[in-house]
T-cell receptor, first 114, second 114 residues
Framework: NAGVTQTPKFRILKIGQSMTLQCTQDMNHNYMYWYRQDPGMGLKLIYYSVGAGITDKGEVPNGYNVSRSTTEDFPLRLELAAPSQTSVYFC?????????????FGSGTRLTVV | DQQVKQNSPSLSVQEGRISILNCDYTNSMFDYFLWYKKYPAEGPTFLISISSIKDKNEDGRFTVFLNKSAKHLSLHIVPSQPGDSAVYFCAASARETSGSRLTFGEGTQLTVNP
């Protein structure tokens, strides 16, 4: 049971380039999330999805796009990379009605935009 | 608007002593609270949670206390062990309005010295 898998683990982008951060979960969780972690700022929600075909914005969605074509996959797209998007990105998943509402997180993608 | 705040960026304790990590929140709609633990280069992992109908929840060495009138919760680790050294995130959910979405604090780096 792999849980939540994120790829790549590290990436350096030039300003203006685009990329997709991949996220896959094998726990049949209906909810999935993308967070970014900046130093001293905690985790900020970028986008989330309550099921296949449904996505919604979180606190900091500007500069990102997502899609949820299957229950398992929730890729995050950066279209025009900017230095402000340098961060560690975490994907997570959860059950809607799980008693403890606990998320399962991936191990993160460290992105640097230069 | 930081709805969940962890005012101590770092905490250092001796092995065997008690570690107390604090968290304050401002949103009165929050009704479920969680603590996550994060090691370097890994994603956060769920540690313990508490519902707003309780004021205490215990799991082994970990106890979470909730003071709703003060909008304050704390995580007690007794006894502290060197393996507890990690970043601890407090998180909260307003299940009626936000479903399973979590709002995270900034994190506290706990160092347990042998």
């Amino acid at each position: 049971n792999a849980g939540v898998t994120q790829t790549p683990k590290f990436r350096i982008l030039k300003i203006g380039q685009s990329m997709t951060l991949q996220c896959t979960q094998d726990m049949n969780h209906n909810y999935m999330y993308w967070y970014r972690q900046d130093p001293g700022m905690g985790l900020k929600l970028i986008y989330y999805s309550v099921g296949a075909g449904i996505t919604d914005k979180g606190e900091v969605p500007n500069g990102y796009n997502v899609s949820r074509s299957t229950t398992e996959d929730f890729p995050l797209r950066l279209e025009l990379a900017a230095p402000s998007q340098t961060s560690v990105y975490f994907c997570a998943s959860s059950y809607r009605n799980q008693g403890n509402y606990g998320y399962t997180f991936g191990s993160g993608t460290r992105l640097t935009v230069v | 608007d930081q709805q969940v705040k962890q005012n101590s960026p770092s905490l250092s304790v001796q092995e065997g002593r008690i570690s107390i990590l604090n968290c304050d929140y401002t949103n009165s709609m929050f009704d479920y609270f969680l603590w996550y633990k994060k090691y370097p280069a890994e994603g956060p992992t769920f540690l313990i949670s508490i519902s707003s109908i309780k004021d205490k929840n215990e799991d082994g060495r970990f106890t979470v206390f909730l003071n709703k009138s003060a909008k304050h919760l704390s995580l007690h680790i007794v006894p502290s062990q060197p393996g507890d050294s990690a970043v601890y995130f407090c998180a909260a959910s307003a299940r009626e309005t936000s479903g399973s979405r979590l709002t995270f604090g900034e994190g506290t780096q706990l160092t347990v010295n042998p």
